[in-house]
């Protein structure tokens, strides 16, 4: 009896054994298993984030060699070059309500509501230079296109240059005319000339508005608009610019999130804004986008997946969209997160340092999403801003 019950014990220690031994096998190998995979996981993980960041870093090198170069077109040079220099410098910057080129108008006065400040260098433009400026509605600006990406082109020999002698037109479809037929930026000598209106004149500041000009645009010289000599009633100009109706848009509406996301992100904004209200701003967005602000490329292809180029030239990156455009050059991005899961092309427009995100169908309807705000607005100043302003525009 006693023997039986010794190996019935016996017996179940060693199936106890056995299975412990088989559960500690399997653990073994599952363990094994899972190092193996958490591994594989933290070599792809380590891969990835070397990826981003050569990524990161080669675009970050772009735009900071463009600065450079930026930087250094802008001194003066002799070289070995016979070019005769004259000192054309500065004497003040545009403060404008467009933060970048996407979206600046094509020519003046198309946005009345299009306002910028310009401040005047007082080491060069004492306040009483703009005495009796105030009494003219309109003034002439003679700046520099700074943001061309081809400024080296200006300090090569003029038979290394490359300039090109044509540039597409919008209003023929990427037609192409002489450059001095146009008022394309992109020019052997990179200054632009825009008439605005004069709004008010204080200390070493203008406030104009229907402008045409980015923010930061480093503005030549001032001078009065004189209707008696500077309006020819009998001017003529071309038939292809007279077709408006190929820039303009069919309607502007805004969707039920605009407005909400307006008044959210205004909290920030109308500290550094020289609008009075959201619904000021609301009306500038409507009028910038009454205008196919697209580029001619964008226009052809509006449901293609637009260039990394393209993209980079939004966040910062120098590099051209089309390099030679009737007009500043215009950039969108595809909002990458909607495109995964449709064709709805969603571009951006920044204005006054707020990302407005608008999409624009095949016929020309066009329907302002939200509003939010962006990296543009921290670098926004802020002592130009409307209440600067609020007793000359009542």
């Given at each position: 009896?006693?023997?039986?019950?010794?190996?019935?014990?016996?017996?179940?220690?060693?199936?106890?054994?056995?299975?412990?031994?088989?559960?500690?096998?399997?653990?073994?190998?599952?363990?094994?298993?899972?190092?193996?995979?958490?591994?594989?996981?933290?070599?792809?993980?380590?891969?990835?984030?070397?990826?981003?960041?050569?990524?990161?870093?080669?675009?970050?090198?772009?735009?900071?060699?463009?600065?450079?170069?930026?930087?250094?077109?802008?001194?003066?040079?002799?070289?070995?070059?016979?070019?005769?220099?004259?000192?054309?410098?500065?004497?003040?910057?545009?403060?404008?309500?467009?933060?970048?080129?996407?979206?600046?108008?094509?020519?003046?006065?198309?946005?009345?509501?299009?306002?910028?400040?310009?401040?005047?260098?007082t080491t060069r433009v004492p306040p009483a230079s703009l005495e009796g400026l105030a009494e003219y509605s309109h003034c002439w600006i003679i700046?520099?296109?700074?943001?061309?990406?081809?400024?080296?082109?200006?300090?090569?020999?003029?038979?290394?240059?490359?300039?090109?002698?044509?540039?597409?037109?919008?209003?023929?479809?990427?037609?192409?005319?002489?450059?001095?037929?146009?008022?394309?930026?992109?020019?052997?000598?990179?200054?632009?000339?825009?008439?605005?209106?004069?709004?008010?004149?204080?200390?070493?500041?203008?406030?104009?508005?229907?402008?045409?000009?980015?923010?930061?645009?480093?503005?030549?010289?001032?001078?009065?608009?004189?209707?008696?000599?500077?309006?020819?009633?009998?001017?003529?100009?071309?038939?292809?610019?007279?077709?408006?109706?190929?820039?303009?848009?069919?309607?502007?509406?805004?969707?039920?999130?605009?407005?909400?996301?307006?008044?959210?992100?205004?909290?920030?904004?109308?500290?550094?804004?020289?609008?009075?209200?959201?619904?000021?701003?609301?009306?500038?967005?409507?009028?910038?986008?009454?205008?196919?602000?697209?580029?001619?490329?964008?226009?052809?292809?509006?449901?293609?997946?637009?260039?990394?180029?393209?993209?980079?030239?939004?966040?910062?990156?120098?590099?051209?969209?089309?390099?030679?455009?009737?007009?500043?050059?215009?950039?969108?991005?595809?909002?990458?997160?909607?495109?995964?899961?449709?064709?709805?092309?969603?571009?951006?427009?920044?204005?006054?340092?707020?990302?407005?995100?608008?999409?624009?169908?095949?016929?020309?309807?066009?329907?302002?999403?939200?509003?939010?705000?962006?990296?543009?607005?921290?670098?926004?100043?802020?002592?130009?801003?409307?209440?600067?302003?609020?007793?000359?525009?009542?």
């Amino acid at each position: 009896m006693r023997g039986s019950i010794s190996e019935g014990r016996w017996l179940a220690v060693t199936i106890t054994l056995t299975t412990l031994s088989a559960i500690t096998i399997s653990a073994f190998i599952v363990k094994r298993k899972f190092n193996a995979l958490k591994s594989k996981i933290h070599d792809l993980e380590s891969s990835l984030k070397s990826s981003s960041h050569n990524c990161a870093s080669e675009r970050q090198g772009r735009i900071r060699a463009q600065q450079l170069l930026r930087k250094e077109l802008i001194q003066p040079k002799s070289q070995n070059l016979n070019f005769t220099y004259y000192p054309m410098i500065p004497i003040g910057t545009i403060r404008s309500c467009f933060s970048t080129r996407n979206g600046t108008p094509r020519q003046p006065l198309l946005v009345p509501l299009a306002r910028a400040c310009l401040v005047f260098n007082t080491t060069r433009v004492p306040p009483a230079s703009l005495e009796g400026l105030a009494e003219y509605s309109h003034c002439w600006i003679i700046y520099v296109f700074h943001l061309n990406t081809n400024l080296e082109k200006v300090w090569k020999d003029p038979s290394k240059s490359g300039f090109k002698a044509k540039v597409k037109v919008p209003r023929l479809k990427g037609g192409k005319v002489g450059v001095f037929g146009t008022r394309s930026p992109h020019r052997p000598c990179p200054i632009g000339l825009t008439v605005a209106k004069v709004e008010a004149v204080q200390g070493n500041m203008i406030l104009l508005s229907g402008v045409d000009l980015v923010d930061g645009t480093p503005v030549l010289d001032v001078k009065p608009y004189i209707p008696y000599c500077d309006s020819i009633q009998e001017a003529a100009v071309p038939n292809w610019l007279m077709e408006d109706n190929l820039l303009s848009v069919a309607s502007v509406s805004f969707s039920e999130d605009f407005t909400s996301s307006l008044e959210n992100c205004w909290i920030m904004a109308e500290k550094k804004s020289l609008y009075a209200s959201p619904g000021e701003f609301q009306s500038l967005v409507m009028q910038v986008l009454s205008w196919d602000i697209r580029s001619l490329s964008q226009r052809n292809r509006p449901h293609d997946a637009l260039p990394q180029k393209e993209k980079d030239q939004l966040l910062g990156d120098t590099s051209d969209v089309e390099e030679h455009l009737d007009e500043t050059a215009f950039v969108h991005e595809r909002d990458e997160q909607n495109s995964l899961h449709s064709m709805e092309v969603v571009y951006h427009l920044i204005l006054e340092g707020l990302d407005v995100s608008y999409t624009i169908d095949h016929d020309g309807n066009v329907i302002v999403k939200k509003v939010s705000t962006s990296a543009v607005l921290d670098n926004k100043l802020n002592s130009h801003n409307y209440l600067t302003w609020k007793d000359e525009l009542r």
